[in-house]
């Protein structure tokens, strides 16, 4: 079992950066795959973006491919997720998830962390 504690979230103008950082614990956070989901008011929950254990394997969803870099270090036990050229529509709750798959499911998941961007 991983724990997750996500921070960073915030508001942001349209085009602007923000870096969603997850703090994990747990003995099995190093050969876990990790990655970010949103969640928009009214919308399903997808998966952003995915990481495998290695940090050498990655996926991201079309809407965010080019934007979004996922990345993690497994020394600190922390999975992060840098967002640039920011729109609108990434306006979201963010999760940060263990083991997560493309259909929605994950065995682990953070709080969330509001993220808003304006136009």
């Known amino acids: 079992q991983v724990n997750l504690v996500e921070s960073g979230g915030g508001l942001v103008q349209a085009g602007g950066s923000l870096r969603l950082s997850c703090a994990a614990s747990?003995?099995?956070?190093?050969?876990?795959?990790m990655g970010w989901f949103r969640q928009a008011p009214g919308k399903e929950r997808d998966l952003v973006a995915r990481i495998d254990w290695s940090g050498r394997s990655t996926y991201y969803a079309d809407s965010v491919k080019g934007r979004f870099t996922i990345s993690r270090d497994n020394n600190k036990n922390t999975v992060l997720l840098q967002m640039n050229s920011l729109k609108p529509e990434d306006t979201a709750i963010y999760y940060c998830a263990a083991a997560p798959t493309t259909q929605g499911l994950a065995d682990s998941w953070g709080q969330g962390t509001q993220v808003t961007v304006s136009s």
């Open positions: 747990g003995r099995t956070f190093s050969i876990t795959d």
